[in-house]
């Protein structure tokens, strides 16, 4: 069934965003780079972070487009060739979910009488224009929530002159705590559990990448 993705993309995306990069900067941070080689690092990671998410993303919902597409020439072919089982399939659905086996015939009849692919996509297939793929527009949300959470510890390491480690992992943070909050609260989740989850896999994504920057990075 087609998905509502534009949501958890938007929310996943800006905590991978922040995380990834984050994780980055703090890794170069604590291999005792330079700070242009820290920001340099940093833009680097977001670009080819963003790129990733956004070609991820077209490949997945062009490949749900192309599930939808062919599932509607099915129904295309079977409206054409069978209309009759056609309309006791869809009859059939309207009685499991309750209605009378008359009204369900009666209403299925109209329906399709109306727009009868259209009908068949949205209670049998479960496809609507609300919730058809759009690969584009799906890889365009992805690339941009992934950059818009990078941004966060990118702009933190480029404007800290000192203490880039503490600025950059401080920040990430607070802000993934604030973002596990707000998607905990909007699914109706407790808020509080919601926002430590988050921070537990992203601080200790950033503590791994902090300790991999440690053993290998070039002593001062």
């Not at 509502?4 to 703090?26: F, K, Y």
């Not at 080689?37 to 940093?42: D, E, H, L, Q, Y």
């Not at 008359?102 to 209670?123: F, I, N, P, S, T």
């Not at 926002?195 to 991999?212: E, I, K, P, S």
Request: charged letters at 15%; proline letters at 2%; aromatic letters at 4%.
């Amino acid at each position: 069934r087609p998905r509502d993705w534009s949501s958890d993309v938007c929310s996943s995306d800006l905590n991978d965003g922040i995380v990834s990069t984050a994780s980055l900067v703090l890794g170069v941070a604590t291999a005792h780079a330079n700070h242009q080689n820290i920001v340099i690092a940093g833009v680097a990671g977001l670009v080819a972070g963003a790129m990733s998410m956004a070609a991820g993303e077209y490949v997945s919902v062009k490949s749900q487009e192309d599930t939808e597409r062919a599932d509607l020439d099915l129904e295309r072919y079977g409206i054409e060739t069978d209309l009759e089982s056609e309309h006791k399939e869809l009859a059939a659905i309207y009685v499991g979910r309750g209605l009378q086996p008359q009204l369900a015939h009666e209403v299925a009849k109209q329906l399709m009488a109306h727009d009868a692919l259209g009908a068949h996509a949205r209670d049998e297939l479960g496809i609507s224009d609300a919730l058809s793929a759009r690969p584009l527009q799906a890889a365009f949300v992805s690339g941009a929530s992934f950059t818009v959470g990078s941004a966060i510890p990118l702009a933190t390491a480029a404007l800290s002159q000192t203490s880039v480690v503490v600025c950059v992992a401080g920040t990430s943070l607070v802000f993934l705590a604030v973002l596990g909050g707000l998607a905990a609260r909007a699914g109706g989740a407790a808020v509080v559990q919601g926002a430590m989850r988050v921070l537990f896999w992203g601080a200790l994504a950033m503590a791994l990448t902090a300790g991999v920057g440690m053993l290998f990075g070039a002593p001062v």
